[in-house]
């Protein structure tokens, strides 16, 4: 049971027709912790992100979610998630720093997404919208770095208006095209996958400057 419980949370996307044919008007409210908790937990990044908002806006199409309600909820979801991330960061973030990895927390994650913050800077709130994991990070981030709340704020609502207008209008509008609902499964591990070309972009940058600074030493 608990297992089956854990599946769903986990792959939500693939299961949000059923929980939408059983619960009705109770899946936005869903729909509303997931996010929330995915942008606002730093435990949480394991929780659907990009893919779910694309399964909700493809069932929005056909009438399962009205879009305008749909959208207003994730949105809204999205940028109180970042909102309570920034504060958990500015009040107990140094001593998260301290922590050693666990089953829930992976210290590498808040590093990464720390060495991001560093090189982007201020936008980091928005780009981080678009990558798994760094996006739950981030906002945490920021509030360590006590960037002034105004401009977070600012940022933060920016990037979840474009994160949703991508993936949400995006499944609207496209995930119901033939090849696309026919090979449904593939597609959303293509976004998945496009999600993060970002980090292995970055991990691949940092073990070239290893290698060269190692390089140089050695010279």
């Known amino acids: 049971m608990i297992l089956k419980f854990l599946d769903i949370i986990l792959h939500l996307d693939k299961y949000l027709q059923l929980i939408v044919n059983q619960y009705s008007f109770l899946t936005y409210g869903i729909l509303f912790l997931v996010i929330f908790l995915e942008t606002g937990v730093i435990v949480a990044p394991f929780l659907p992100g990009d893919s779910l908002l694309f399964t909700a806006g493809a069932l929005a199409s056909s009438g399962a979610f009205n879009i305008v309600i749909l959208f207003l909820v994730i949105f809204v979801a999205a940028v109180l998630g970042d909102t309570l991330n920034y504060h958990l960061g500015e009040k107990i973030g140094p001593k998260v720093f301290k922590k050693e ?44 770095g006590k960037m002034a709340y105004p401009v977070f704020l600012a940022y933060n609502v920016i990037g979840a208006l474009l994160w949703c207008t991508l993936f949400i209008i995006g499944g609207y509008l496209f995930g119901n095209i033939p090849w696309i609902k026919n090979n449904f499964g593939l597609f959303i591990i293509t976004i998945i996958i496009i999600s993060f070309i970002p980090v292995l972009k970055e991990v691949i940058t940092h073990f070239q400057e290893k290698r060269n600074l190692k390089s140089n030493l050695l010279k």
């Open 101 to 144: 990895s666990s089953v829930f927390f992976h210290k590498d994650h808040l590093l990464k997404a720390e060495a991001f913050y560093e090189k982007h800077g201020k936008k980091t709130i928005i780009l981080a919208r678009f990558i798994p994991i760094i996006r739950t990070f981030a906002p945490f981030v920021a509030g360590i």
